[in-house]
C-alpha cells in the first residue's frame, strides 16, 4: 500500500503482491510534516470516534456506524487533503461515506473539515484498502471513488498500483448490483491500464458512450487541487465510469 506524496494532491491507498510475515506490504509513508498542535489534538481525540475498526465486530454493521440512518453507503479511496469527499458529504448529507486513507496529515486536514462544518456522514479509516473491501459486507457499497492516484510509473512497481484483478474482484463483490467505480487520472498509461483490466472481467461495464464522458469531469464533479495543479501543467484527466453488472 501507498500513499502519493504530493501535498498538492489526492493521496491513494495501494494494493500489492508484496507481503511481510504473511501481511500485505505498506509501500510508501504515513506521515509527513509535523502536526500542528490543533491536527494532532485532532488525531488523538476526534480520530478515534470517527474511525472504523476493522477488527471490532460492532462494526460489522456498517449502517450503526452513523449516527443518523444512511440511504446507503460510499468509499473513497485515498482521500488527500479531503476536498472531494467533504463536498460529497454535504452533497449528499443522506448517504454516509467512509474515507480510506493511511497517511497521517492527510487524515489531520480532513478532521479539521469535518471538525469546521460539522460534519456527521462521515467515517475513516486509517489503513490498507484492501483490508477495508475484504471486511465490508457483499453489496453493501453504492459506489467507490478513487481520485488522481500514485501511477508508479516504473514498470517494476506496477504490482503496487492500486487497480490489479484482485482488487477488480473485490470492489465486484463489495458494489451492489449498478454500483459505480469512478477513477480519475492525468497519467495516460495509468488510464490505458485501467481500462485494460476492467474491459477484461464481466463484472463491470465502462459506462463512456462518447468522447466527453470520459474526457469532461461528471457532474457536479469537485476538482481537487491536485486536479487543478495537473490542468495548469497541461495534463489532461480522463474521467472513468465503470458500473457493476450483477
Known sequence: MNARNDDSGNRETHA???????????????????????QADLIAHLLPRLAIDITDPRCADLATLFDSPVGNLRLEIGFGGGEHLIAEARAFPNTGFIGCEPYVNGMAKILT?????????????????????AWVPAKSLARIDLIHPDP??????WKRRFVQDTTIAAMARALAQGGEFRFVSDISDYCAWTLSHFMR???FLWTAERATDWREPWADYTMTRYGRKAEREGRIAAYLIFRKTG
Open 16 to 38: 500489492s503482491d508484496a507481503t511481510v510475515e504473511g501481511q500485505r506490504a505498506f509501500f510508501g509513508r504515513r506521515k509527513g510534516h509535523k502536526l500542528r498542535a490543533h
Open 113 to 133: 473539515l469535518i471538525e469546521a462544518g460539522e460534519i456527521g456522514n462521515i467515517r475513516l479509516f486509517a489503513g490498507d484498502a484492501a483490508e477495508l473491501l
Open 152 to 157: 508508479w510509473p516504473k514498470r517494476r512497481h
Open 201 to 203: 472481467t464481466s463484472d
